[in-house]
């Protein structure tokens, strides 16, 4: 695995412990309580940041399952990448895939469930990458469905991006609750 993937997963591990940590003074009930009617609860994000690294993790182990034949990193998958960077900066929202957004993502669960859920996939996924050859880091294997095919390295940058801008959303929900 490159050492720039490896740093970046250090990285949002360290950001997810952080998250985990300030989150452990409130109550799942306090957690799972929408801020106002259709918005998500502080659970519920995190269950969608959890889904889309899953079904991303997911997608390109299948992808990769069969051998394909895959174009290499050029100029377009740099720009498509700077675009998604970008585009998580922005306040602009857009509705969520069905399956990352409400349709899947539960009313109720609890901070132990999605803490011990994500900690294991984060490893499932630092095992994975360390087990692909070095050139397919060059390759065109993830597909974002905004932006397109990323590589790899692409795609880790779109969780971390992707994290960053669903933290903040959090933190405003977290505004507005009570401390248990």
């Known amino acids: 695995m490159q050492q720039k993937i490896s740093y970046q997963l250090d990285r949002m591990d360290n950001k997810l412990q952080q998250l985990l ?3 452990r003074p409130y109550s799942d009930e ?5 801020p106002a009617a259709g918005q998500w609860s ?8 959890l889904l889309t690294e899953t079904l991303s993790l997911r997608y390109v182990q299948k992808k990769l399952s069969f051998q394909p034949k895959l174009k290499p990193v050029n100029i377009v998958t740099t720009l498509r990448g700077a675009a998604l960077r ?4 922005l306040p602009i929202k857009l509705k969520a895939p069905n399956n990352v957004g409400d349709p899947s993502l539960p009313e109720q669960s609890s901070l ?3 803490a011990r859920d994500w900690q294991g996939l984060r490893n499932d996924l630092r095992d994975y ?10 390759k065109e294997v993830y597909r974002h469905p905004l932006s397109g095919r ?3 390295g692409g795609m880790i940058d779109f969780f971390d991006g992707h994290f960053d801008r669903h933290h903040k959303q959090i933190r405003r ?8």
């Open 129 to 138: 990458l360390q087990t692909l050859p070095e050139d397919i880091f060059r």
């Open 21 to 23: 940590e300030a989150l």
């Open 42 to 49: 502080v659970l519920q994000v995190m269950h969608h940041l």
């Open 173 to 180: 929900i977290l505004r507005n609750l009570p401390k248990d």
């Open 150 to 152: 990323q590589s790899l």
């Open 86 to 89: 970008f585009y998580n900066l």
């Open 112 to 114: 132990g469930e999605v």
């Open 30 to 34: 306090t957690l799972n309580q929408r």
